[in-house]
């Protein structure tokens, strides 16, 4: 299974409940924190490098998206933690449906202008009043599941994947004696191949293209515990 994310490993470590830091609520209480500071640094630095937007004057008469961060932890398949995490989002009832939800991605790229807050924290110093105008789709921004499944499909059929005629998130690849399935659910990915040699190629592929990490043997999906045997898969 893989994840669009960035690339790294770490070695996992038991943590009991009383030892982890309490999800904080709003991101004055996260500033507290240094695993949560340390969090929203690490999501704001990956905003920045992947361009997601252009810091501009506020235009006139614009309809500005708000945004917050959220936060929560994520853990190993073990019950390990993994990491802290906060991701910044828009909120997306501030959107106006006859402006802001038309289509207007392009392989995961706006083509209309969206705008939205600096996320909370973070502001320019040099320009705190501006505003950023949207290059990729954010979180909770209403456009942005069906651009970031346009963009993964679309690269998907370069590599040969045909979409299935009855799920739209499950892809086939099929050559000579080569076939291979993939399953799309948001962020999350399922890949499975007739030949590990196949499968790494495919992988490659895919993480030359996103950021993207590979989680390693199937233990959990959409809230369904995977059990891997010789004869197949157990769900329970």
């Not at 802001?100 to 973070?122: K, N």
């Not at 962020?187 to 592929?205: C, E, F, K, Q, Y």
């Amino acid at each position: 299974m893989m994840t669009r994310g960035k690339l790294g490993f770490r070695q996992p470590a038991l943590f009991h409940a009383s030892e982890l830091s309490l999800v904080p609520t709003s991101y004055r209480a996260a500033l507290a924190n240094p695993h949560w500071r340390t969090a929203m640094e690490a999501e704001h630095t990956a905003l920045l490098c992947n361009a997601t937007w252009d810091l501009v004057p506020r235009p006139q008469h614009a309809n500005v998206v708000s945004g917050k961060w959220i936060f929560k932890h994520k853990f190993h398949a073990d019950g390990s933690l993994e990491r802290y995490k906060a991701r910044w989002v828009l909120c997306g009832f501030t959107q106006r449906p006859d402006i802001d939800c038309a289509e207007t991605f392009l392989h995961g790229t706006l083509t209309e202008r969206v705008y939205c807050v600096q996320p909370s924290g973070f502001e320019d110093p040099a320009h705190p009043e501006y505003v950023c105008r949207l290059n990729k789709p954010l979180y909770e921004l209403k456009q942005a599941p069906r651009a970031c499944y346009s963009r993964f499909a679309t690269y998907l059929t370069t590599l040969g994947f045909v979409e299935s005629k009855s799920d739209t998130s499950l892809f086939v690849y099929q050559h000579g004696p080569d076939t291979a399935y993939l399953l799309l659910y948001v962020d999350d990915i399922v890949l499975t191949a007739s030949s590990t040699a196949l499968l790494h190629r495919i992988i490659g592929a895919l993480q030359q293209e996103f950021s993207m990490k590979d989680l390693g043997t199937l233990h959990h999906f959409l809230g369904m515990h995977v059990q891997p045997h010789d004869g197949g898969l157990f769900l329970s």
